[in-house]
């Protein structure tokens, strides 16, 4: 795949060629030589990936003009879409800030590998020499192009969401992030890699990946101990709340495996949640294939490894499940009084985000009590808490509290304590787990399962 730059000059050198030789056949005054240079650098020009990004720009400029009507936080929605609308002031934004995200991806990315370069240059010749021999600048301009396939991947996600929600991209550029984008979810190129990387976790094209797994085959063994010896249609029309969602594997294979239960798949970040939806993407060819491990250089084997693309399905979004795109912190159950099903809550690698854990139990409180309902709630998760956590229980702490918030253990157990680890668990479970690379990543995780009582 040839650079924008590479094209280009290609085409200038083309154009002086062409502009010469033109010059010599008809003479001084012809405007013939200088209409057939022109002719073929814009040519060139048409080939390269900015120009037909700014086509799509034009375009949907356009488009607003002529179809467009305001909304809140300065973007403009297309008139008969109201999914922007029916999201919530601080979803909206985030969106936006996702969608800046992505659109950014490839400066943010090349600059990235830029710097490399220029840190390259402060070895002395003889060292640059050697290092040149080895093929190392060689494999940077390899990643530069490979940083354009994944911004034409980047630019699917991108179309898709802006059809979807009938927003205007120039409008989207200009949207900044209140108080400095702190807060988001989405508001960084780290935040556009981990939401590619999810595609491997969630959709990679085996059926599902050995990460994903040992998830659902826990919470569908602890959805059967639940049951116990009930009737096996005691679960059936049970609502499954999947807070954290991600790219929304798990919920997926729950909906597909009980076509009786109401699966919610609920996310916060605006990239999660798009690139989520775009995996149900409904286009008949949708671009499918980009480059996930490119954007480091440490642990890596071989030039081969590192250039390894993958290509996920699109699959049929299950008629029983629903995607939430928000905080899960403001999510409430579709009003149905005459349900008396029961109420299941599955965190998955979740509860270590929190800020405030205490306040995501209550959250799961107010579910229950807002349902009326037998409550239950499945988790299976590291506690690798983040920079800002207000309360960073151990176990033990985190089992006690549970029992101090109402809830009563079904299931407790650590995956890495052989002696009460059942098997339902692996002992360490991978994460974005580069099988190809020295730096390899698991997790041992907490697992349980527990009634409100």
Not at 30 to 36: D, K, N, Q, R
Not at 77 to 87: H, I, P, Q, T, V
Request: glycine share 6%; hydrophobic share 35%; proline share 4%.
């Amino acid at each position: 795949m040839e650079s924008d730059w590479a094209i280009l000059l290609q085409a200038a050198v083309a154009g002086v060629i062409v502009y010469a030789t033109a010059k010599v056949i008809t003479g001084t005054r012809s405007l013939v030589p200088l209409l057939a240079m022109v002719f073929v650098v814009s040519n060139g020009l048409g080939k390269t990936e900015v120009f037909k990004r700014y086509v799509r720009l034009a375009h949907r400029y356009w488009i607003r003009l002529n179809h467009g009507s305001s909304s809140v936080h300065g973007l403009r929605s297309l008139s008969g879409n109201e999914a922007y609308k029916e999201l919530s002031e601080a979803s909206q934004s985030e969106l936006a800030i996702a969608l800046n995200s992505l659109m950014n991806y490839r400066s943010n990315t090349k600059r990235s590998n830029d710097r490399r370069r220029e840190l390259f240059k402060l070895m002395s010749w003889r060292q640059q020499n050697l290092a040149t021999k080895t093929g190392y600048l060689k494999r940077l301009e390899s990643l530069d192009s490979l940083i354009v396939a994944n911004q034409r991947f980047c630019d699917s996600i991108i179309d898709y969401t802006l059809s979807h929600y009938g927003l205007d991209s120039f409008a989207v550029r200009k949207i900044k992030p209140h108080g400095g984008g702190g807060g988001s979810a989405s508001n960084s190129n780290y935040r556009v890699v981990e939401a590619l990387s999810h595609f491997l976790r969630d959709w990679p094209d085996t059926e599902i990946s050995p990460e994903i797994e040992p998830m659902v085959q826990f919470v569908t063994q602890q959805l059967e101990r639940i049951c116990g010896n009930k009737t096996s249609s005691y679960l059936d029309g049970a609502d499954l709340v999947v807070p954290g969602s991600g790219l929304g594997r798990l919920s997926y294979e729950l909906a597909k495996r009980n076509p009786k239960w109401q699966v919610s798949s609920i996310e916060y970040s605006g990239l999660m949640s798009i690139c989520n939806s775009y995996v149900f993407n409904e286009n008949p060819n949708p671009l499918t294939t980009f480059y996930p491990f490119i954007h480091g250089n440490s642990n890596i084997i071989c030039a081969k490894d590192q250039a390894r693309s993958i290509t996920f399905t699109p699959r049929v979004k299950p008629g029983n499940l629903n995607h939430f795109f928000g905080d899960f912190r403001f999510f409430k159950l579709a009003p149905n009084s005459q349900s008396t099903k029961p109420l299941v809550i599955v965190t998955c690698f979740f509860i270590d985000t929190a800020e405030n854990l205490i306040e995501y139990i209550d959250t799961l409180n107010n579910l229950a009590s807002s349902s009326k309902r037998t409550t239950y709630w499945i988790n299976v998760g590291p506690l690798k808490y983040g920079s800002a956590a207000q309360i960073e229980p151990t176990v033990e702490e985190l089992t006690e509290l549970r029992k101090l918030m109402g809830w009563k253990d079904i299931t407790n157990f650590s995956s890495i304590d052989d002696d009460a680890n059942d098997g339902s668990l692996p002992k360490l479970v991978s994460y974005i787990t580069d099988t190809k690379s020295f730096w390899q990543g698991y997790y041992g995780v907490h697992a349980f399962a527990c009634k409100k009582t």
